[in-house]
């Protein structure tokens, strides 16, 4: 179906827990795939289907060691876990040492992931800069979206990163509440000169990502971390088919414990 691409220039702006906050809210069957070469956490950020943890050894470092012969979208749920509420995922390196040992993945991964027939992807991408054989994957994606946090230093690697890119990235700004609104706009008008899908936002939310962990109660679907992701997920997936209707609805408000899906 679709490979969005999620990411980042400066650090890594909260694109994991944004990340997970969409797939949990995706209007249409998804998978989300953990591709940052620098390691990533859900593995241990997230609980499994059953309650018990992820393995870390199932995910991309399974899949990699079968692909040296070929990779195929179909091989890709066989590396595929559960997390509790249902979504996929496919988690990725525990340590940025072990990207060194599979530099030629990237590409195929890539196109194995965009012509996955039965679900989009969300890549976590995390930092796009620091790997430069990341551009193999990123070339395959169907919709680049970027994080930033509106300080300036954000915003001005931000810039950088759009001057590099080729297509119409979708940016995404982590905004405080209460200056929700204004932070959008002023990235807007920063972000003018080049040519985006859209700019828009995602409530940077401290308490509902710890309820996205699973760490606290309360119902996920009223977190402002997820009233907004779910706005955010409805724009990509018009984006990305905008003559589809947007699908079945969400399954965010299952609530405690992990991502629904």
Not at 58 to 83: D, F, N, P
Not at 199 to 210: H, Q, T
Request: include cysteine; aromatic fraction near 4%.
């Amino acid at each position: 179906m679709a490979l969005i691409v999620l990411a980042a220039d400066k650090g890594a702006p909260g694109v994991t827990t944004a990340a997970t906050a969409l797939g949990a809210v995706w209007p249409r069957p998804v998978l989300l795939a953990e591709c940052d070469p620098s390691g990533g956490d859900l593995a241990y950020r997230l609980p499994a289907e059953d309650g018990g943890v992820l393995n870390p050894a199932r995910g991309l470092l399974s899949l990699g060691a079968v692909a040296r012969h070929g990779l195929h979208a179909e091989q890709i749920y066989e590396h595929t876990q559960k997390l509790v509420g249902g979504l996929d995922v496919l988690t990725g390196l525990t340590h940025g040492e072990q990207a060194g040992g599979l530099t030629w993945l990237w590409g195929p991964l890539g196109r194995s992931l965009a012509a996955l027939p039965r679900a989009d992807v969300l890549a976590d991408c995390g930092r796009l800069g620091g790997h430069a054989e990341m551009g193999d994957f990123v070339a395959e994606a169907t919709q680049v979206v970027l994080f930033t946090r509106p300080s300036l230093d954000h915003v001005a690697h931000l810039r950088e990163r759009l001057a590099l890119l080729d297509g119409r990235p979708v940016v995404v700004v982590i905004a405080d509440p209460r200056s929700y609104r204004a932070s959008i706009e002023e990235v807007r008008r920063i972000v003018a000169p080049w040519d985006v899908a859209f700019v828009a936002g995602l409530a940077y939310d401290p308490k509902g990502a710890e309820l996205l962990r699973g760490q606290w109660g309360g119902r996920l679907d009223r977190s402002l971390l997820i009233r907004t992701a779910r706005e955010l997920a409805g724009r990509l997936a018009t984006l990305l088919s905008p003559r589809e209707p947007a699908g079945r609805p969400d399954r965010s408000g299952a609530g405690r414990g992990g991502a629904g899906r």
